[in-house]
């Protein structure tokens, strides 16, 4: 699967679902998994398979996420 280039915390997805994002620790982390609801970045896992795929109580305070997603439909 082909994935967009980076892009920055100030934009947000359009579309609700999972995005890769890069890891808070630091770009030369492992990147995880968030799931977009189409206001907060919720959920978090280092595998897409172990994510949760709702809008989740686990709501992150910090809402700058690093992203990028897959340039055609999985």
Do not use: C
């Amino acid at each position: 699967m082909s994935k967009t280039d980076w892009f920055p915390a100030d934009v947000k997805p359009v579309r609700i679902g999972v995005y890769e994002v890069q890891n808070m620790y630091g770009p030369d982390r492992a990147p995880l998994f968030n799931y977009w609801s189409g206001k907060r970045w919720t959920g978090s896992a280092d595998r897409i398979d172990n994510l949760v795929t709702h809008e989740s109580p686990l709501s992150f305070a910090m809402q700058d996420r690093v992203w990028r997603g897959l340039t055609e439909n999985a």
